[in-house]
T-cell receptor, first 108, second 114 residues
């Protein structure tokens, strides 16, 4: 059973702080990793993909991948109240396998 | 709008009724996926198509569920004899060509079985 695990949260950070979201996965063969953002009642929205070890930056978002530790993270710099959402980590095993998501709350 | 579209957006039905959902993928996307999401959980894979061929079905997809993609374009997901446990958000996603892993989701169909 391939698994993706995330802390369900909520993770509470003040506006302007860095939010750090973490994810571990069970299958060493996995090559493709994704972060989706999901607002309440809406569908998942792709925000980042990462395929190689190290960091990948896109605006205020940085994805980090460590395949040896089977660990993926997402950093959100200068967090805004509009970033408050559930962040889903997904790993591609012929289809996407999702974690349960981490709820992020950014307070003004 | 050239994104993934789903219809209907909301469906309320009585237990035992049949329901059918439609998904239109992004134009020229050859892979189409169905997922189901319940409250507090991440989306769970149900099935996927490459063009018109259904290549994989999850064990979650009981014999009451059937999916089709007859011409390799839009897809339908039918649930027969609905049960209260079928209440969920049904999500469709599509992907393309050499970047099969990157999937874009539609708005979802929210099903409530009374």
């Amino acid at each position: 059973q391939k698994e993706v695990e995330q802390n369900s949260g909520p993770l509470s950070v003040p506006e302007g702080a860095i939010a750090s979201l973490n994810c571990t996965y069970s299958d060493r063969v996995s090559q493709s990793f994704f972060w989706y953002r999901q607002y309440s009642g809406k569908s998942p929205e792709l925000i980042m993909s990462i395929y190689s070890n190290g960091d990948k930056e896109d605006g205020r978002f940085t994805a980090q991948l460590n395949k040896a530790s089977q660990y993926v993270s997402l950093l959100i710099r200068d967090s805004q109240p509009s970033d408050s959402a559930t962040y889903l980590c997904a790993v591609f095993f012929q289809k996407l396998v999702f974690g349960t998501g981490t709820r992020l709350l950014v307070s003004p | 709008d050239t994104g993934v579209s789903q219809d209907p957006r909301h469906k309320i039905t009585k237990r035992g009724q049949n329901v059918t959902f439609r998904c239109d993928p992004i134009s020229e996307h050859n892979r189409l996926y169905w997922y189901r999401q319940t409250l507090g959980q991440g989306p769970e894979f149900l099935t996927y198509f490459q063009n018109e061929a259904q290549l994989e079905k999850s064990r979650l997809l009981s014999d009451r569920f059937s999916a089709e993609r007859p011409k390799g374009s839009f897809s339908t997901l039918e649930i027969q004899r609905t049960e209260q446990g079928d209440s969920a958000m049904y999500l469709c996603a599509s992907s393309w060509g050499t970047d099969q892993e990157t999937q874009y989701f539609g708005p979802g169909t929210r099903l409530l079985v009374l």
